[in-house]
């Protein structure tokens, strides 16, 4: 019987990791199962950093952005002695289930530290790229969204005022996600994002055809892995070759912050609570997600090895819109 389980968050936080932390210690309290917090990720677990979390540690924490136990990067959970070393740690401190909230990368080394340690291993997606196969939407990727949206419309004015062309650069390395969602609902004239086929001149082209027909600005919205170039030297060249009036905006790492919104907090409650529930009850090995609105879970492997398509009647969507 399961009577501790640890919870970490790990890779680039997402809004919504609070909420999930707080779903995993109430519903293992109503369980009886006593929770340990790790601190930064994998990197806390090799240097044994862990904090008691009770019922009351993690109130009015559900509206905050980024984690109440931080995140890393941590490489060196890549290697075998590190995992062993973390392994003795979980054991001594008789931890007999770890609950990982991150993306494919944490999964991997999720899936890596089963080699070297007995106890249950069961991963939550959160990730503002919403790349996880199998679970429709990620923790984060809503308010990530938004986030952007707001920049967006803001930009928006000012390209009327000046009669410019902007090039928003939103993230998204190896996902167009949030790229496609933000040029949707922010009504962009083109989205270029890493899984489309459309080069960066063949956008060029499209908006050029919409000057013909009387735009006189345009936002195009890309992610920041869609060309080789960022959206500086995109911006650049299109000045360069067309004399049109042009800027930049990079968004960065603001889309990571901020209170998570409605639709986050709401996943990431489901989500944390289904995760604790299965790991209690004996699953481990696998990942929770959302799909149609049911709760399922997959093995941590399909987080890297099927890659989940953007949503391809979005994306015609997109370009049948462009007025
Ligand atoms: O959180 C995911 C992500 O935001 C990607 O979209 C982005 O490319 C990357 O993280 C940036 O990571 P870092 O903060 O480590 O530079």
Same mark, same amino acid.
């Given at each position: ?20 932390? %707080? ?31 009770g019922v009351r540690d993690v109130g ?19 290697? %075998? ?6 392994a003795q740690v979980l054991n001594e401190? *008789? ?6 909230? #991150? ?8 899936? $890596? ?6 106890? %249950?291993?069961?991963?939550? =997606? ?63 004239? *083109?989205?270029?994002? =890493? ?12 908006? /050029? ?14 992610? $920041? ?12 060249? !299109? ?11 990079? /968004? ?5 912050? #901020?209170? =998570?919104?409605?639709?986050? %907090? ?5 989500? #944390?609570?289904?995760?604790? *529930? ?8 696998? !990942? ?11 093995? !941590? ?7 989940? =398509?953007?949503?391809?009647y979005l994306l015609k969507l997109q *370009?049948?819109?462009?007025?």
């Amino acid at each position: 019987m399961l009577k501790k389980l640890a919870v970490l968050t790990s890779g680039g936080d997402a809004p919504g990791m609070n909420a999930a932390i %707080r779903a995993v210690v109430r519903i293992a309290a109503s369980r009886k199962v006593e929770v340990l917090g790790v601190k930064r990720g994998f990197r806390g677990l090799l240097h044994n950093e862990m904090v008691h979390l009770g019922v009351r540690d993690v109130g009015n924490i559900i509206q905050l952005g980024g984690t109440i136990l931080r995140s890393s990067r941590c490489k060196e959970f890549f290697e %075998r002695e590190h995992r062993r070393r973390a392994a003795q740690v979980l054991n001594e401190r *008789e931890i007999g289930g770890l609950i990982i909230i #991150g993306g494919d990368g944490s999964f991997r080394g999720a899936k $890596e530290f089963s080699e070297d340690w007995n106890g %249950r291993l069961v991963g939550i =997606p959160g990730t503002i790229d919403n790349d996880i196969y199998g679970s429709d939407f990620t923790i984060g990727f809503h308010t990530a969204v938004d986030t952007a949206l707001d920049a967006i419309d803001k930009v928006r004015d000012t390209a009327d005022a000046h009669d410019r062309y902007f090039f928003i650069e939103v993230m998204g390395r190896h996902s167009g996600w949030i790229g496609l969602y933000a040029g949707i609902a922010g009504g962009a004239q *083109e989205t270029l994002i =890493p899984e489309e086929t459309q080069t960066v001149e063949e956008a060029y082209q499209r908006l /050029l055809e919409g000057k013909k027909r009387g735009r006189k600005s345009s936002i195009m919205v890309m992610s $920041e892995g869609c060309s080789g170039d960022g959206a500086v030297a995109i911006a650049k060249r !299109f000045e360069e070759q067309t004399g049109n009036d042009c800027r930049a905006v990079v /968004l960065g790492h603001i889309q990571r912050g #901020g209170r =998570p919104v409605a639709s986050d %907090r709401v996943l990431a409650t489901q989500l #944390g609570a289904y995760a604790t *529930e299965l790991i209690i009850d004996g699953s481990s090995g696998i !990942f929770v997600g959302n799909h149609k609105g049911a709760l399922c879970h997959y093995p !941590f492997e399909h987080s890297w090895e099927k890659k989940k =398509p953007v949503d391809e009647y979005l994306l015609k969507l997109q *370009e049948a819109l462009a007025g």
